[in-house]
């Protein structure tokens, strides 16, 4: 098992502010690795692939495992706090969203690959809820995913910090006062 204490995952359904608030909290010195997932809708869509969640998802969701573990593998060495757009826990919601049954080895993934143990989530918020062309779910897609991330990150002893709704820079500070309580490490 890998545990990396000074990684913290961002996470909650589409559209809610997810890379927003890791740009303010980026402002104010704090690293973030930006969400594979929409890296591998790009590529997928560039490329004319089918590894895209609206086309082949056991393929896009093999994808994202294993982008996710590259993606915290990379970063190992990093000591001071780094901020994740998704864990690999994601991973394991969406497979639960998307009716798949896990492989094991995603079951062996999720436990192998450890982030501190407090996430921030974020809950749905439909006044600032839109689509795009990566993100097709419709709002009520977005309070499903929600639903289905609080159990999973729960399930795999992790405790769900929710994030309050405000701007940027209020989330920002919430998330830092949080950090504060529980670490001193600054970036």
Do not use: C
């Amino acid at each position: 098992m890998i545990y990396k204490p000074n990684f913290f995952v961002i996470t909650g359904g589409p559209g809610v502010g997810k890379t927003t608030l890791l740009e303010a909290l980026a402002k104010q010195g704090f690293p973030y690795v930006p969400e594979v997932a929409r890296e591998i809708i790009r590529e997928q869509v560039a490329r004319n692939g089918n590894a895209l969640p609206w086309a082949n998802i056991p393929a896009y969701t093999h994808l994202m495992l294993s982008r996710s573990v590259e993606s915290f593998e990379q970063h190992q060495k990093q000591e001071s706090v780094l901020f994740f757009d998704r864990g690999i826990p994601d991973t394991l919601a969406y497979v639960h969203l998307t009716h798949q049954s896990p492989s094991p080895e995603l079951q062996h993934t999720v436990q192998d690959f450890r982030y501190n143990p407090q996430v921030f989530i974020l809950p749905p918020w439909p006044e600032i809820y839109e689509t795009d062309s990566e993100r097709k779910q419709t709002y009520q897609e977005a309070v499903e995913t929600y639903d289905v991330m609080l159990v999973t990150y729960q399930q795999l002893d992790y405790i769900p910090i929710i994030v309050p709704k405000g701007t940027p820079e209020e989330r920002a500070e919430f998330v830092i006062s949080v950090l504060k309580k529980h670490t001193t490490n600054r970036p």
